[in-house]
């Protein structure tokens, strides 16, 4: 069983969230590759796929939506899934959920057999100036609040998911 994990990052954050989730499939026991998008992975070869992208000011990133599009046949013929990475995933007044995520798969014709919005980073020495100047005015709290053992834990539950 292959599984492609591909993820879209901006500043690292959704890297190091694909990385353990890659090792945690690995560990139920998935042939898995971890690739990331600029590497325009094609999916067709794998099993399953998992699509993980940052998001920046409210969407993820263009890049994984270009990519979902783009290999929307090989993504309905397969287990799917998607998760996200956001500072402000973080806040518990969002309950988990994330407008990006949504937003994003309102544009599938198909349902993941499984979707996640984890916490990411908000380092500001990592952000391009115009998005620190946002960031600021809307006071969004910064710093890491990736949950690591919770991407793992995700990766375990999902495992059967994407072995069909």
């Known amino acids: 069983m292959t599984a492609l994990v591909a993820y ?3 500043s690292g954050a959704t890297r190091t969230l694909a990385e353990t ?5 690995r560990e ?12 325009a992975p094609d999916p067709s070869g794998y099993d399953a796929v998992v699509l993980g992208s940052g998001v920046r000011v409210e969407s993820i990133e263009k890049s994984a939506a270009a990519w ?3 290999h929307a046949d090989a993504l309905r013929t397969r287990p799917f899934a998607f998760f996200s ?8 007044a969002k309950g988990g959920k994330q407008k990006a995520t949504d937003a994003f798969l309102a544009t599938l014709d198909h349902t993941p057999v499984a979707t996640k919005n ?3 980073w908000v380092l500001m020495d990592r952000i391009p100036l115009h998005e620190r100047v946002l960031l600021k005015s809307m006071r969004t709290p910064t710093g890491d609040f990736r949950d690591l053992p919770a991407v793992a834990a995700w990766g375990r539950e999902i495992a059967p998911l994407l072995q069909g």
Request: proline residues 6%.
């Open 28 to 39: 139920a026991g998935l042939d898995c590759d971890l690739v990331d998008l600029e590497e």
């Open 118 to 120: 984890f916490p990411g």
């Open 8 to 10: 879209a990052t901006h």
């Open 85 to 92: 990475c956001s500072g402000s995933a973080s806040d518990p």
């Open 21 to 25: 989730l890659a090792d945690a499939l």
């Open 68 to 70: 979902a599009t783009q």
